[in-house]
């Protein structure tokens, strides 16, 4: 390779670079002008965990002996990268129906960046929101003993795991016609931290929806996570944990590029 083709290359991964960081900027000031979509996103998986801690703890802890929001925390952390999916859907689609996305195409712009912006704006939106998802469930009695380490760890996976579902909501906005039904096509994921092992161990479950609840890809998330944070045993759980997020990521940049191309061609 030239010297001429490296640098031609280093200045456009520099472009590239420059203008995902443009569509950041501009997803994470929307964000603050319009903080509805983004507060209940954090506000809902919440609010659910105190739910389920108070209505359903005092039973479950009776049968379990243990202390439940031990067991509900390091599940209820998955919420948000599902709830967020919804968000980032809404977003894509309603860029589309404004016609934003076909300004930006007409600009001097890298065209991946458009999308990159919506992926790392939710992936800071979403870090933050689980923060305070981990302060409020210290404040009802959550006791991790992780260490540094551990929690550095945690936080590194669900990085890769709401970088993975957002792929996929980018992908499922540029599908939808509008931006109400985009609101409503990520649901499938949205359930998948119930059918798991977030709220109640899978072995308490029927057997069909057992075996749905042990292969499908948040619970391997949440033992490794459950794991990490309280020293249960996590097994084969973190590869696994790991393996979904790169298929699903890939997956969804895959799907969601192709997508993005077809349209821009029409």
Not at 24 to 51: D, E, Q, W
Not at 106 to 112: D, H
Not at 176 to 186: L, V
Request: hydrophobic share 50%; net charge positive; with cysteine.
């Amino acid at each position: 390779m030239s010297v001429h083709s490296e640098r031609t290359m280093g200045t456009a991964a520099s472009y590239v670079l420059a203008d995902s960081v443009t569509m950041l900027r501009r997803n994470l000031l929307h964000a603050k002008r319009y903080p509805s979509m983004t507060f209940g996103v954090v506000l809902m998986p919440i609010v659910l965990m105190l739910v389920f801690n108070y209505v359903f703890g005092g039973a479950l802890e009776k049968s379990s002996g243990g202390n439940y929001i031990d067991y509900l925390a390091p599940g209820m952390l998955l919420m948000i990268p599902a709830y967020m999916t919804a968000s980032v859907a809404v977003s894509i689609a309603t860029d589309i129906t404004k016609g934003i996305v076909n300004r930006f195409r007409t600009m001097s712009i890298a065209p991946s960046s458009m999308l990159t912006g919506h992926v790392i704006g939710a992936l800071i939106q979403a870090l933050l929101g689980s923060v305070a998802m981990v302060a409020v469930s210290l404040l009802i009695g959550f006791r991790p003993n992780a260490d540094v380490v551990e929690w550095i760890t945690v936080f590194g996976l669900l990085a890769l795991v709401i970088f993975a579902l957002t792929w996929c909501a980018v992908a499922l906005g540029l599908l939808a016609p509008n931006p109400e039904g985009a609101s409503n096509m990520p649901f499938p994921i949205i359930m998948l931290p119930f059918l798991g092992s977030g709220l109640v161990a899978t072995d308490t479950m029927p057997v069909g929806l057992r075996q749905f609840a042990e292969y499908q890809p948040f619970t391997p998330i949440t033992e490794t996570i459950r794991g990490l944070l309280m020293g249960t045993e996590i097994g084969n759980s973190g590869l696994l944990a790991v393996g979904w997020c790169v298929v699903i990521g890939l997956g969804g940049y895959l799907w969601s590029s192709s997508i993005f191309r077809r349209q821009a061609i029409r």
